[in-house]
């Protein structure tokens, strides 16, 4: 996994910041998840073929949390 970390976006009720991940080659879209510890990426389960709209998916996939 290459996933490259292309941005951040806020959740919708905690306003909370979470860097977002895009791998180009699978398409996928990742966002970090930060732990007391460490951080992992949770897969949203999203494609996007350009990071513009990656930063959408993530948006969409945060906007509960």
């Known amino acids: ?3 490259v970390k292309i941005g951040r976006v806020q959740g919708g009720k ?4 979470y860097p977002v ?4 080659d699978t398409k996928r ?5 930060s732990g007391m ?3 992992s990426l949770v897969d949203t389960k ?7 709209m990656a930063m959408h998916v993530a ?4 906007y509960d949390k």
Do not use: I, L, N
Request: glycine fraction near 10%.
């Open 1 to 3: 996994m290459s996933a």
């Open 14 to 17: 905690t306003k909370k910041g």
């Open 21 to 24: 991940h895009w791998d180009p």
């Open 29 to 33: 879209v990742y966002v970090e998840k």
């Open 37 to 39: 510890f460490s951080s």
């Open 46 to 52: 999203g494609h996007a073929s350009r990071g513009e």
């Open 59 to 62: 948006e969409a996939f945060v």
